[in-house]
């Protein structure tokens, strides 16, 4: 599944198996019993999760300022997760830009968390993760998470994200996760974000609670 050196169809496919994770999941989940018609969500994601079907999965991590961070801890919140390496020169950087774009078009008005899960314990650092966040002028409230490979892998497990170490690089899926304030999966990219979808639909669960 993964080359070496880093190539753009590796980090597709890494991408992949979380999306087709993500998809399976959609399709053998148990559906609501109800006699009423579905409603549309009105969410623009990749991947659309019904209401109240798929609980974040929880974890402790320590962000960047030295703090416990828990995904219940953060309930009341729109939550935008994802899992990036502070180091890399691929791929992240691209989605790093994405995310501030977001952060610009939500403004101060409709609120949400970033929550980023680091793919890189050995190298990400508390000054590293802050520098990738400088570089691509984050602003808010944003939380990139460590700790140790053990702890890491059960979250990227959780999370069916794919983490493969080379050389020079580390391949990952590049995923975006959005959790509602009741702490249910909501939405999610798999085939790169696209930040207006992603503004509409912080905006919608925003307008939920």
Known sequence: MFSKPITWLAL????????????AWSLTSPKPTTASPAVPSGLAADIVIPPKSQAAPDFALTDQNGQTVTVSGLKGKVVAMTFLDSHCKQL????????SQTQRALGGKTPMTLLVVSVAPATD??????AFAATHHWTGDWHWVSGTPDQLALVWKAYSIAVQNSPDNIL????VYLIDPDGFERAGWAAGLQP????HDVRLLNSQT
């Open 12 to 23: 597709s496919a890494a991408a992949a198996v979380a999306a087709i994770a993500f998809a």
């Open 92 to 99: 992240c950087p691209i989605e790093g830009d994405q995310l």
């Open 125 to 130: 650092t508390p000054d590293s993760e802050r």
């Open 172 to 175: 990952h899926s590049s995923v």
């Open 196 to 199: 207006a979808l992603l503004v």
